[in-house]
């Protein structure tokens, strides 16, 4: 039963970073373009308009996907708390490498959002 419950919390972790993540990065996004801290790719560095945007989108998305993906981490888990403790690793692997699936597939909307509303220099279309 404890194994159970620290996998519980163990998987949520990860959707509550994102949430709290995505708020920070829509609310509160860096205020310079650096190489530290938020969203960092080439077409996000190019100036501070794509800069912001990126923030403000990628936030906005991590706050939707972050809230989907820990009450499906809830749903998923809840029938496990009684199973047994190869049954819980296992599923906690695959929600664990779903979760990662999905923070990593996030960058694709972003990018894709990017490409629609700055040219290649930067500029907005």
Not at 32 to 51: A, Q
């Amino acid at each position: 039963m404890a194994f159970g419950i620290a996998m519980f919390f163990s998987n949520l972790f990860v959707p509550a970073v994102m949430i709290i993540a995505g708020y920070m990065m829509y609310k509160y996004p860096p205020t310079s373009i650096n190489g530290l801290i938020g969203y960092r790719t080439k077409r996000s560095k190019m100036n501070m308009d794509t800069w912001k945007f990126a923030h403000n989108y990628c936030g906005k998305l991590w706050l939707k996907l972050g809230t989907l993906v820990l009450v499906l981490t809830i749903l998923v888990q809840i029938p496990l708390f009684k199973a047994g403790e190869d049954t819980i690793d296992k599923v906690a692997l695959i929600i664990s490498i779903v979760q990662v699936i999905i923070i990593i597939g996030s960058i694709y909307p972003v990018e894709n959002a990017l490409m629609k509303n700055f040219d290649e220099n930067g500029k907005r279309r």
